[in-house]
């Protein structure tokens, strides 16, 4: 009998033991979100909690919220004295409006960012800030399209629909924003090429934790010869030194949800 691959659970501690990057990386969006003693922050998309913990340490009253069960487990074994939920970015809710929700490297996995933004929008308060950083467009653009051409090459059909991700461009995003009641801030894409770790197997590692939804439904055998395939095709520009670099691009933005009842102030000209 075949092995045919099912998309798995997400492994908490693959993620934290290979892929501390994701966090280490956020280390400079905390500093944009600046987080105040008492201040009620929601970390969304919080992972195994390490980003959670730093801003919990800045004396703000932290919660953390992650849609894979694994990871919240991990992250209440981490830092037992944190809140952490299961819960989704679409529809979540708090009993108390939030001063700020924070989220990094967690966006690109919903399609639906009209949900996440009308939801910030119901838990903020008046003034309250969002700060996310995610994938923006172009995002790990060399490996998404190895992957698409490696999966015909072994017969997949119309691979691009397997594609999970949402990686916007700053004025589609922005948009979406301002249409939801914020005021857009601070705007930034840019790239940013990320070694992984592993060396020779970096890329197979990142493939394996983060795109198995290209995979569902082939057998092991066609999900190894694919990797080798895209291993190959990445070779000449994603490998250096004995190290892989995934092609990142990041969006960064800071929006602030806006007074609906203020007027915005007019400028009259006078003849
Ligand atoms: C990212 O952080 O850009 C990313 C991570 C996993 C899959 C796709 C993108």
């Known amino acids: 009998m075949k092995n045919i ?17 994701v966090w280490q990386y956020g280390e400079e969006l905390l500093q944009i979100l600046n987080p105040q003693p008492g201040e009620r922050i929601l970390d969304l998309g919080c992972g195994t909690g390490q980003l959670t913990e730093k801003i919990a340490q800045a004396g703000a009253e932290t919660i953390g919220i992650d849609n894979a069960p694994e990871m919240i487990e991990k992250a209440r074994q981490n830092f037992p004295q944190l809140r952490f939920e299961v819960g989704d970015g679409r529809n979540f809710q708090v009993d ?13 996995w919903i399609q639906e960012a009209s949900l996440v933004i009308n939801n910030l929008q119901a838990a903020l308060k008046i003034g309250g800030r969002f700060v996310a950083e995610f994938g923006g467009k172009g995002n790990v653009n060399a490996i998404t399209q190895a992957l698409y051409e490696s999966l015909e090459e072994i017969g997949v059909s119309n691979p691009i629909a397997r594609n999970p991700w949402y990686y916007p461009s700053i ?20 790239s940013r090429p990320t070694p992984l770790t592993a060396g020779d197997e970096g890329v197979a590692n990142w493939i394996e934790m983060f795109a198995s939804n290209f995979f569902t439904g082939l057998t092991v055998e066609e999900k190894s010869w694919v990797i080798r395939l895209v291993e190959d095709k990445l070779k000449p520009t994603l490998y250096q030194n004995g190290s ?28």
């Open 5 to 21: 691959v099912i998309p798995k659970p997400w492994d908490a501690s693959l993620y934290q033991e290979k892929h501390s990057f």
């Open 171 to 190: 004025g589609e995003y922005a948009s979406l924003l301002e249409q939801h009641g914020f005021d857009v801030n601070y705007a930034v894409l840019f």
């Open 96 to 108: 108390t409006p939030l001063d700020a929700v924070f989220s990094n490297a967690v966006l690109h």
């Open 244 to 271: 892989w670099i995934a092609d990142y691009r990041r969006i960064r933005i800071v929006a602030v949800k806006r007074n609906p009842t203020a007027t915005t102030a007019t400028t009259t000209i006078n003849p």
